[in-house]
Structures are given as structure tokens and as C-alpha cells.
């Protein structure tokens, strides 16, 4: 008769014949003894009491991930960190996975009516205009140089074509007695301002040109009239010209307008030879995808959800940091500025040789040097910023235009005696759970979803780090050379927000503050801070955190640069 198993045993072998240990138990005894360098262990024994640490925890989740096809957050990995709780862990989860495949959510083709309640998307948005009607509106602007000879009528033909081809381009919000929908019109009709500044000195009519380019951003666009999407052309000179592009945030994200660009260029190309236009309606429509995504948020995933945010939601502080202004409100931040840097090519290429050795990406590289920034500025170990990832994961889905962006909170308590390398892997794990399994913070999705309004979460969006797509080469007309402008900003925000991107070779670097909040001279320190830990980064990679630079001083992080310190610069200004 086999005897009971106490919580103590030790299995030095194990044998295929053990009725007393389970599959996966067994699976986990030879993982943890190759891992862990052990000859025996016990069921009981922690993890993190014989030899593991953060770093192999993340290894070890790598490998239940491939094995049973399920995530494993490190929080839950952690509060089950002996085989037998991580065994009965895993077989519950398995279980629910297979009976749900949930991993995530298929857009099916149900029949949407004309007119449908606002999204979750639209509802902020829309009440903000009716409350406040001077507020700027969130608006995604780009610009362009064309030279060459080209066709404006025609460009304002091809906007059109594609415009009409997206249900969301032609949405706009309306009232039906007291409650607000959305109604998707038959058609929509996109104006092409043109002007024509050649007659002016060409440096006077390119600036003309940029200052309306910033003032795209602050424009206001009522979201009960079509369209939601304003153009502009302007002469600079015989065969040369300034294009503005600007939609409105509720319909498009940085992912469509990349796609908006890419098919007005085909269809350009095709009108300009003669051919008929061969771009055709997305398989599925926007509605059809926010109906997909909500239900998938409040079926089976969500007692996984909510589980993963209240354990991220653990331990929150409300942090102050020391470049802020002492006297200020959320509501007179009125607008942020941005700066645009690029990298010089040098240290450009550093930090691409890094990442390709470390196999990190470089927004995970940006995060790892922002995190430790947070944490010197702050003396603490926990640091958590946010950050907004697209939710594309199939085909289908990148037809779509629409705004199909979610929030991601990436929290992680920092080891002091971690290397940089380690927190960047660690990190690189972290990135990877919230993002390809879409543990994701829809705004206001539903009650059970973190309120970022809350002093905790409104607090943790004083940092911010995201990575843009490369807008520079997805519009193409053809016998016309077009060079993308690099982009202006003032919007309402209360955020340093970090934005990684790239303009054809160069790798850019904008930041975002609002002026009202943070003091130009922190920023400006802030800057030099993050050069300087990229440079230790880069340098010394294995360098352990405690042995970065303290940044608490208040005074010493709003002092002015020396002269000296701007000389070791690896960012130097983009102007326009």
C-alpha cells in the first residue's frame, strides 16, 4: 500500500513507475535540478530558497510556457514557488486553457447595425467636447515634403478612395433623443486645403507652412460632424510642396495611419496609371472587432484578469518627482511640448549592436535605462511606468482602422545587486506577458479593470515609454521625392512621456512634458540623465543597479547643464 507522501520528501531519482509524483511534478524536478545545478530536492522546498532568483524564475517560465502552452506570470510563479503548489498551478490552468483557447479572440463577421452605442473608445472623448467645448481635441498629425511634379487633385482623389473604403473613417457620434451612439454614414467626403506660398521667400513660406503644422495638433475637430480627417497642401516653390496630414485619435491609431499611408500610395500609383483602383473594404470592420475584444474581456478571461491586476495593483505609492513643480492641478497642465532628438550615429549603432547580442528589443533597452532612472530619481525598488501597445495579433485585424490601442502597467521591483543585462531580460519577460498574451488595460472596459484615475495609477502616469512606428517611407508617390517632416506636439497631457521611434537611418528620441508641471530645467537635467545612463548601460553592461547614480537631490536634478556636460551628448536637437 503506498504510503502518503509528507510535504518534505526528497526524490533524488524518479522513476516513470512513482505513482506518489505527478507528471508535471516530475516534468518540473528535472527543469528545477538542471537549472538550479542540484542533485536531490524536495515538493516543499521554495524555489527561491535553494539557489533561484528572479532571473532563472523567468528562464524557468520560458520553458512551462513552451511546454504547456499557457502564460505563467512571475507573481503567480512566485506565490507558488515549490513544485507541488506550481505542479497543481499549472494542471488547473492547463484545464481552463484547453477548455477555453482564450490565448486570443477571434473576429467573427456578426451583423453590425448603422447606428450602435458609443464604444468604450468614443465615450471620454465625446463628453469631454460636451463639457468643454475650447478643449483641443486628440489629434495624430503627420507631414511630408513632396518634390517633384505631382497631381493634387488626383492625391485629394486617392484620400477619398480610401477614406470610403473604412467604416470608421465615415463614424461619427450622434444623439438619438438623450443617449449618444455611433452611426456609420454611406459615404465621406475629404477636403484637400491647398495654398499656394510660392510667391514668398522660400524660408518665410516654409515657415508659414510649419506653424500651421503645429497648429494641426491643437486644432479642434467636432466628432458629430464628418470628416474626421483634415489635409493640407501648400506651394513652398515650383515642384515643391508641404503636406499635412491630421485624423482624429478616435479613429485611427499610429498602426493605421501607416496603413492609411501605404493604400493611398497604391491608389495614387494605380490612378496615375490609368489603372482602376484595386483597394478593397477590410474583412472585418472596427465594431466587429470591439464586440470580439469586449467579449472576449468578459467571458472567460476574466476572472484571469483580474486576478493578474490586483496583484499588479499590490504595493502602488503615489510618487512626486523631483524636477515636478511644488504648486500645480491636473487640469492647468493645458498642453505638453515635445523635443525631438536624434541619437548620433555612433552610439546609434551601439545600441543596436547591444540589443542584437542581448536579444532585447530597443524599446525593452529604452525601459530598462527609464526604470532605473525612475528608481534613483525615487531611492525605491518598485518602479512601474505605462505605456500604450497596439492589440493587432492577426491578418484580419491589421486591415482594420481604428483606434486598437490598449494601456499596458508595467510594474517590476528592481534587485539592487541585478546587472543592467538581467533587469533588461527581466523586463524583456515582463514586456512579452502583458503584450502577446494581452493582459491589457482597456480604458474603462469594464468595473473590474485598475481605475487610472485612482491617486495611484494617476501617479504612475507621470512616466510613460512607447515605441512609434515609422511613418518615413509608407507614403510613396511615384516620380515624387517624399521626406517625412518630424512631428510637433501640444497636447493636454500630465506625463513625461518617452517615444522611441525611427526616421529612415536615424533613430529618434521625442520627449513630451507639460510645461505647467515640470521644470525646464529638470527636463532638460532629465535628458543628460538618461544619456548618462545609457552611456553606463552601453559601457557596462554588467554593472549592478546600486552602483548607478543617486538623482534624488531635488536642486541637483533642476540644475542647469555645464557646459562641459553637453559636450558628452550622445542626442543632439532635430530641427525643422
Known amino acids: 500500500k503506498a504510503l502518503k507522501?509528507?510535504?518534505?520528501?526528497?526524490?533524488?531519482?524518479?522513476?516513470?513507475?512513482?505513482?506518489?509524483?505527478?507528471?508535471?511534478e516530475r516534468f518540473l524536478i528535472k527543469q528545477w535540478k538542471q537549472l538550479l545545478g542540484l542533485k536531490s530536492l524536495s515538493l516543499g522546498t521554495s524555489f527561491f530558497e535553494v539557489g533561484g532568483h528572479s532571473l532563472k524564475a523567468i528562464q524557468l517560465i520560458y520553458i512551462l510556457q513552451a511546454k504547456y502552452h499557457i502564460e505563467v506570470p512571475l507573481c503567480e510563479f512566485e506565490e507558488n514557488d515549490t513544485i507541488r503548489a506550481l505542479a497543481k498551478w499549472i494542471d488547473r490552468h492547463s484545464k481552463e486553457s484547453d477548455r477555453s483557447k482564450n490565448?486570443?479572440?477571434?473576429?467573427?463577421?456578426?451583423a453590425v447595425p448603422r447606428i450602435n452605442p458609443l464604444c468604450y473608445r468614443w465615450k471620454d472623448a465625446y463628453f469631454e467636447q460636451i463639457s468643454d467645448s475650447s478643449k483641443a481635441s486628440s489629434l495624430i498629425s503627420r507631414a511630408f515634403i513632396f518634390k517633384g511634379r505631382m497631381s493634387r487633385h488626383r492625391l485629394r482623389k486617392s484620400i477619398n478612395i480610401v477614406a470610403n473604403q473604412h467604416e470608421r473613417l465615415r463614424t461619427k457620434a450622434t444623439t438619438v433623443g438623450s443617449r449618444f451612439f455611433e452611426e456609420v454614414m454611406p459615404s465621406v467626403e475629404v477636403e484637400l486645403g491647398y495654398s499656394d506660398l510660392s510667391s514668398l521667400d522660400p524660408d518665410k513660406a516654409m515657415h508659414c507652412a510649419h506653424r500651421s503644422y503645429e497648429e494641426a495638433y491643437t486644432m479642434q475637430m467636432d466628432c458629430t460632424k464628418l470628416p474626421l480627417i483634415e489635409t493640407q497642401l501648400f506651394k513652398l516653390s515650383n515642384r515643391k510642396y508641404f503636406f499635412i496630414f491630421t485624423i482624429h485619435h478616435l479613429v485611427a491609431d499610429g498602426a493605421s495611419i501607416e496603413l492609411l499611408f501605404k493604400q493611398i500610395s497604391q491608389t495614387y500609383s494605380e490612378l496615375s496609371q490609368g489603372d482602376k483602383p484595386s483597394i478593397e473594404p477590410p474583412r472585418f470592420t472596427t465594431q466587429q472587432y470591439y464586440r470580439a475584444f469586449e467579449n472576449w474581456i468578459q467571458g472567460a478571461n476574466r476572472k484571469r484578469l483580474e486576478k493578474y491586476w490586483k496583484a499588479e495593483s499590490k504595493d502602488l505609492y503615489r510618487y512626486k518627482l523631483p524636477f515636478e513643480k511644488k504648486h500645480y492641478t491636473q487640469a492647468n497642465a493645458q498642453y505638453s511640448v515635445m523635443e525631438t532628438y536624434r541619437f548620433k550615429s555612433d552610439w546609434s549603432k551601439f545600441i543596436d549592436d547591444f540589443c542584437k547580442k542581448q536579444k532585447v528589443s530597443e524599446y525593452v533597452f529604452l525601459l530598462t535605462v527609464v526604470q532605473i532612472m525612475i528608481s534613483r530619481y525615487l531611492n525605491k525598488q518598485l518602479v512601474y511606468v505605462t505605456n500604450h501597445t497596439n492589440t493587432r495579433r492577426t491578418p484580419p485585424e491589421s486591415e482594420i482602422i481604428g483606434d486598437l490601442t490598449s494601456s499596458v502597467f508595467i510594474k517590476h521591483r528592481l534587485v539592487a545587486s541585478d546587472s543592467f543585462v538581467e533587469l533588461a531580460r527581466q523586463l524583456k519577460a515582463k514586456v512579452y506577458e502583458v503584450t502577446e498574451n494581452n493582459i491589457l488595460g482597456s480604458p474603462r472596459l469594464s468595473s473590474w479593470e485598475p481605475n487610472i484615475d485612482e491617486p495611484g495609477f494617476k501617479a504612475s502616469r507621470h512616466f510613460s515609454v512607447?515605441?512609434?512606428?515609422?511613418?518615413?517611407?509608407?507614403?510613396?508617390l511615384p516620380g515624387v521625392s517624399v521626406d517625412?517632416?518630424?512631428?510637433?506636439?501640444?497636447?493636454?497631457?500630465?506625463?513625461?512621456?518617452?517615444?522611441?521611434?525611427?526616421?529612415?537611418?536615424?533613430?529618434?528620441?521625442?520627449?513630451?512634458?507639460?510645461?505647467?508641471i515640470f521644470l525646464r530645467n529638470g527636463i532638460e537635467r532629465m535628458?543628460?540623465?538618461?544619456?548618462?545612463?545609457?552611456?553606463?548601460?552601453?559601457?557596462?553592461?554588467?554593472?549592478?543597479?546600486?552602483?548607478f547614480p543617486k538623482l534624488a537631490d531635488p536642486k541637483s536634478a533642476c540644475q542647469r547643464l555645464t557646459k562641459k556636460e553637453k559636450a558628452t551628448a550622445i542626442l543632439e536637437p532635430v530641427t525643422t
Open 5 to 24: 507522501v509528507p510535504d518534505d520528501d526528497t526524490y533524488d531519482i524518479v522513476t516513470k513507475r512513482d505513482t506518489r509524483v505527478s507528471r508535471t
Open 527 to 547: 535628458s543628460f540623465n538618461l544619456q548618462w545612463f545609457i552611456r553606463l548601460a552601453l559601457n557596462s553592461p554588467e554593472l549592478p543597479l546600486n552602483q
Open 466 to 476: 512607447m515605441q512609434s512606428p515609422d511613418f518615413s517611407s509608407s507614403l510613396t
Open 484 to 516: 517625412a517632416v518630424p512631428r510637433r506636439k501640444r497636447t493636454t497631457d500630465t506625463k513625461v512621456c518617452l517615444v522611441l521611434s525611427t526616421l529612415k537611418e536615424d533613430r529618434i528620441l521625442e520627449i513630451h512634458y507639460p510645461p505647467k
Open 103 to 110: 490565448q486570443h479572440f477571434e473576429i467573427r463577421p456578426v
